[in-house]
């Protein structure tokens, strides 16, 4: 996670009651969509490597039906509004889905996480892990 | 995850070359369409628990956009084809987009899971919280 960024999730009023019980979890899986980038690609080169990888080995959202997904920390709901910490989407990304964290569905021991591993585990720089908001992938900034 | 349950997923010969440096992940991240369920409800019962709760803050199906998305392990990949354990998929369940997973992203330390808690926290039967497919929340079986 981005976890010093801070943001906003405003849901449709129609929506609203579908947040109720939420704010009991600190953590949110945001599934969006990558509205920003109009094209497909088969390989791409990650933010963090120079050479292409299968899109389904990486994160970037040139990928078929440009789907993204984002881990965020949940500081409070307030009426039809979330308040995020860790976000690293572009500003008016289209929301599709919210759901509740949870390490028993979500999370995995005894991970290995192939080419990513040599930038995760310290061999290269940290900043290269860190910077991974859909901004830079699109070379937006 | 249903740890013990093993499962294939096919990807079209198409998006074949995606696939490519994805094998040196130990668990991928399954984000499809819930396509047997054909209502959206803002409010209902998750299978282990006994009251209404707001769609956002459960994994049913009958969630606006019925996106769905798993954490499984990556067993293997031959040609077209992801061998996986720990599915909770119905058969024939359309695929949206495949993700590596990283615990770097993927992973949150210090979580709360609300009015999950009291479930996964083993106060209640352990049986509750394993039966969690997506047939089971149909009310297929």
């Not at 009991?24 to 109009?38: A, E, N, T």
Request: charge should be neutral; glycine fraction near 6%; charged fraction near 25%.
């Amino acid at each position: 996670m981005a976890t010093d960024t801070s943001g906003t999730v405003k849901v449709f009023p129609e929506y609203k009651e579908g947040l109720r019980d939420l704010d009991g979890f600190s953590h949110v899986i945001l599934v969006y969509y990558f509205h920003r980038s109009k094209n497909v690609k088969l390989t791409a080169k990650p933010y963090m490597d120079n050479c292409q990888r299968g899109i389904f080995s990486i994160r970037s959202p040139h990928r078929p039906n440009h789907i993204g997904m984002t881990l965020v920390e949940l500081v409070k709901i307030d009426d039809d509004t979330l308040y995020i910490k860790g976000v690293d989407m572009v500003n008016e990304t289209p929301l599709l889905d919210i759901k509740p964290y949870s390490p028993s569905f979500d999370m995995a021991v005894e991970v290995k996480t192939g080419w990513m591993e040599q930038f995760l585990n310290g061999k290269r720089s940290k900043r290269m892990t860190i910077v991974n908001s859909e901004e830079d992938w699109l070379h937006l900034k």
